[in-house]
C-alpha cells in the first residue's frame, strides 16, 4: 500500500511540475507582411511564477529579415523598477544576443502572462523564417531556475507589389454611357444658352 501511494505522489508530482512550467512563446506564431515593411513580434510568458530575471538569444533568418528594434515588455516592469539590457543585433548571421531584465531591490517576482520584450522586424527579402529563443534563463526572486517550455514563430514575406483587380466589361460599359449621357446633356444645355 505504502509503494502504491508514493508511485502515485511521484507521478502527481511529475504531472503537476510538467504542467506548471512557464511558456515562452514568440508572438504572433504566424504572419506574413510584405517586402520592406516592418512586423511588430513580441517574446510573450505565460504561467509565470515568481519571475525575477530572464536572458534568452533570438534566430531569424538574415537573408529573409533584418531585426531593427528592441525594447522592453511589461510584464516585469509592472512589478516594480527594472534594468533591461536591449542585447546586441547581428543581422548578418541572425541574431540578438543577450536580451535581459531584472526586477531590483529585494521584491517579489512576478507572476502571470505578459510580454518580455518587443522587437521590430523589417521584411528584408521574399521567403520565409523562423524566429526561435535559445539561451534561456529564468530565476525567481530566489535566483533559482524556472522551469519553461518554447514555442517558435514562423514569418513569411511575400511581394510588397499590390495587382489591381481587371475591371468588369458590364463596369466600364456602364461608366462609358453615364459619360456619355452627360456630355450630351451639358453640351445641349451650351448650345441652347448660346441661341438668340
Not at 517574446?43 to 531585426?67: K, M
Not at 533591461?84 to 543577450?98: E, K, L, M, R, Y
Not at 519553461?148 to 514569418?155: E, G, H, M, Q, S
Not at 449621357?181 to 451650351?190: D, E, K, L, P, V
Amino acid at each position: 500500500m505504502s509503494k502504491c501511494f508514493c508511485l502515485l505522489a511521484v507521478g502527481v508530482a511529475l504531472a503537476l511540475s510538467a504542467h506548471g512550467d512557464a511558456v515562452i512563446s514568440v508572438q504572433p506564431q504566424t504572419s506574413s507582411i510584405p517586402e520592406g515593411n516592418t512586423l511588430s513580434v513580441n517574446v510573450g510568458v505565460s504561467g509565470a511564477s515568481d519571475l525575477y530575471a530572464f536572458q534568452f538569444d533570438i534566430t531569424f533568418s538574415p537573408t529573409v529579415l533584418h531585426a531593427a528594434t528592441v525594447s522592453e515588455g511589461n510584464f516585469l516592469p509592472s512589478g516594480g523598477p527594472t534594468f533591461f539590457i536591449a542585447g546586441t543585433i547581428d543581422n548578418s548571421v541572425g541574431t540578438i544576443a543577450n536580451t535581459a531584465d531584472t526586477l531590483e531591490g529585494s521584491v517579489n517576482g512576478v507572476s502571470g502572462n505578459g510580454f518580455l520584450a518587443d522587437f521590430g522586424f523589417v521584411g528584408y527579402a521574399l521567403g520565409s523564417s523562423q524566429i526561435s529563443l535559445s539561451n534561456i534563463t529564468l530565476l525567481n526572486s530566489q535566483l533559482i531556475s524556472i522551469p519553461f517550455t518554447t514555442r517558435t514563430a514562423n514569418v513569411t514575406v511575400s511581394s510588397g507589389v499590390q495587382t489591381v483587380p481587371e475591371p468588369n466589361s458590364i463596369g466600364l460599359l456602364t461608366l462609358s454611357g453615364l459619360l456619355l449621357i452627360a456630355h450630351f446633356f451639358n453640351g445641349s444645355r451650351i448650345e441652347n444658352v448660346n441661341r438668340p
